[in-house]
């Protein structure tokens, strides 16, 4: 295992010093669960939620946490973000949704918070939305899926 990089030699927090790193092309993806009512999903599904609609609205606010990621997160830095897609589908045996975020970029440090941070906030965009209807939404599993670029390599979970 290697050493914590977000701090410096006395314990401090620390942002990490990338400029001596390669610019290479890096890809994350990260998944997610929200579990609900089978009626809860259906409402979703068929647009009959008060709202609007669920799956467009929390895909949206997917890719505006992955833009805003160095504003959330305090040690990650700011990053142009080549490519982001979000994606919202029934889970198996439809009980809930299952988002999935995968982001690109050309630069020097990868893009896992980003990834991880589009998910989540999809997820709570669900959660919203649908409240009023079902109090017992549950978020899980959230999760880094891929990471791919850098010095470290590729990482796939199992």
Excluded at 57 to 69: E, F, H, N, P, S
Excluded at 71 to 95: F, K, M, Q, R, Y
Excluded at 96 to 105: F, K, P, S, Y
């Amino acid at each position: 295992m290697t050493e914590l990089t977000h701090f410096d030699a006395s314990g401090a927090a620390r942002m990490v010093d990338v400029t001596n790193k390669a610019v290479t092309e890096r890809i994350a993806v990260a998944r997610c669960s929200v579990v609900m009512a089978k009626k809860t999903l259906s409402m979703v599904l068929d647009g009959r939620t008060r709202k609007g609609d669920v799956v467009a609205v929390a895909r949206l606010a997917g890719i505006m946490g992955a833009k805003r990621t160095s504003e959330l997160i305090p040690l990650c830095h700011p990053l142009p973000l080549d490519g982001v897609e979000v994606d919202i589908v029934p889970g198996p045996d439809h009980v809930g949704l299952e988002i999935e975020a995968c982001i690109r970029t050309t630069g020097r440090t990868g893009v896992e918070m980003e990834a991880l941070l589009a998910v989540s906030t999809a997820a709570l965009t669900v959660y919203d939305m649908v409240k009023a209807v079902d109090r017992a939404v549950k978020i899980t599993d959230i999760r880094l899926v891929l990471k791919d670029g850098g010095k470290s390599g590729r990482f796939e979970a199992v």
